[in-house]
């Protein structure tokens, strides 16, 4: 059974940080692209950044140059560093697993088939 759980969010002020981390059970981790989408009120779910199997990254254009995106192999571990951080940022933010995620000219893709983890609420006061 996969298992996706996140940690590290919370309330920040404009201009401040967070780093999230995700760990991921039940699947071959180096076998699956990781990302994270976020999804806030009255708003559909959208990508914010993906690395795939291969460790490439890829942002969508909302975040890229401000939030960067890792991953440890060894711990199954997925992780988001968050700077510079904007009121519009706030939202419940999801670490999922996937047979394929990416983003293109400014937007996420992923597969079908995607576990998600429970999500963990970012907000940012201005």
């Known amino acids: 059974q996969v298992k996706v759980v996140e940690s590290g969010g919370g309330l920040v002020q404009a201009g401040g940080s967070l780093n999230l981390s995700c760990t991921a059970s039940?699947?071959?981790?180096?076998?699956?692209?990781m990302g994270w989408f976020r999804q806030a009120p009255g708003k559909e779910r959208e990508g914010i950044s993906a690395l795939d199997s291969d460790g490439t990254a890829s942002y969508a254009d909302s975040v890229k140059g401000r939030f960067t995106i890792s991953k440890d192999n060894a711990e199954n571990a997925l992780y988001l560093q968050m700077n510079s951080l904007k009121p519009e940022d706030t939202a419940m933010y999801y670490c999922a697993a996937a047979p394929m995620i990416y983003c293109a000219g400014g937007y996420c893709y992923r597969s079908e088939e995607i576990y998600w983890g429970q999500g963990t609420q970012v907000t940012v006061s201005s």
């Open positions: 039940g699947l071959t981790f180096d076998d699956y692209a």
